[in-house]
């Protein structure tokens, strides 16, 4: 009796210490079903137009050197998914942030990138950029931010064309850890995120297949230590084609989808 006594207390103990986390999950159920509903659509939309989707992977290297300087490298391999319309792109990214005060931080950087635009047409940018970032305290559960970038474009093309572009864009990011009570926590943290991003572009348009409007991602982030990082999400992008010779691919403006995963080291805390 006194055993049975005891295996019940164990039960009790563990229901209402797991009590908490069902609770969590349970709340978390709505957002990821909106998240699954959203993606849905996508595909059905994409499977409706006919439209190969693009898929981007990529890996980075994130360097905190002190509680105000941070430096970020990452090199990323994008693909459209057809044999109709090849394009693939191959980008390098080293970006600096300084944290001035304790929600706002300063972007700069170099974006490079050697780019299959058509069979016979082929680019390779320089892109320097600066941008500014203001966030709410990451301390919290969730957190929503704004980055406005300013960037230069210099392509070169296949031939001795070249180009010289300027252009704006901003993204407002939003983020919800699922299983931790602040989004900073560095250890098995999945969280759930979204950005919307638009482009402005200043002067001539640059030569390029995918000339971007707006994005828009929804995905997954999972932290699994302070060091490893991972993300999937789905990317819905407009953009339009301005390629100017004849091609194969759509020349109005078109939709693509894309899905985007990456890894991530972190040194320093």
Known sequence: MQRLFYFITLCQKAYFCNSQKRSLLMKSVPIVLLLLLVTGI???????????PQVWSNAGVAWNINEHFAWRNYVAYNVLISNEYPWDEFTITSTGAYRFKRFFEATFGVYTARTRQTESIKSFEIRPFAGFRASTNNTKRWLISNLSRLEMRRMFYSGKENSTSFRFRNRTYAGVSLNKTSIS??????????????????????RERFFNQFKYKMGFAYRLNNSWGFDLGVIYQDAKNNVKIPTQAPTNQITYFIIEWGLVFVIGS
Do not use: H, M, R, T
């Not at 996508?42 to 190969?52: E, F, M």
């Not at 926590?185 to 640059?206: D, I, S």
């Open 42 to 52: 996508g595909i059905k939309s994409l499977n409706s137009q006919d439209i190969a």
């Open 185 to 206: 926590v560095g250890k098995n943290n999945l969280v759930l995120f979204g950005y919307f991003e638009a482009f402005f572009n200043f002067g001539q348009e640059v």
